[in-house]
């Protein structure tokens, strides 16, 4: 299993980014997706999620409104459009792939890095000015 996270960079606060990841190595469209991020010296963060099969999503409240988490089935591609970026939001962001074939969660707040198997080394998002 291979993911590999993109887009990031610099960005001055209210601004936007686009970061993609690139998946392999499994049945991608058999697998529900996430987007977490990391601070040096913090414990992983969870952004937003997806589920395949189905497209339901769910979001952090700290994202919620201003991230889109989707997904290309036939390309193996994840992606999240993050809008009015804020500094609180600078972090390295990783693409994390669901343990478990076709799982999903339904009406939690937050989603534990034990669900996951496999998450890439990440790219790093810094909202400054």
């Known amino acids: 299993v291979q993911l590999q996270a993109s887009g990031g960079g610099l960005v001055q606060p209210g601004g936007s980014l686009r970061l993609s990841c690139a998946a392999s190595?499994?049945?991608?469209?058999?697998?529900?997706m996430s987007w977490v991020r990391q601070v040096p010296g913090k414990e992983f963060e969870w952004v937003s999620s997806?589920?395949?099969?189905?497209?339901?999503?769910m979001y952090a409240d700290t994202v919620k409104g201003r991230f889109t988490i989707s997904r290309d089935n036939a390309k193996s591609m994840l992606y999240l459009q993050m809008e009015n970026l804020k500094p609180e939001d600078t972090a390295v962001y990783h693409c994390?792939?669901?343990?478990?074939?076709?799982?999903?969660?339904?009406?939690?707040?937050?989603?534990?890095?034990?669900?996951?198997?496999?998450w890439g080394q990440g790219t790093q998002v810094t909202v400054s000015s």
């Open positions: 997806i589920r395949s099969p189905g497209s339901s999503t």
């Open positions: 190595g499994f049945t991608f469209n058999q697998y529900a």
């Open positions: 994390a792939k669901f343990r478990k074939y076709r799982h999903w969660l339904v009406g939690v707040s937050n989603v534990d890095m034990k669900e996951y198997d496999y």
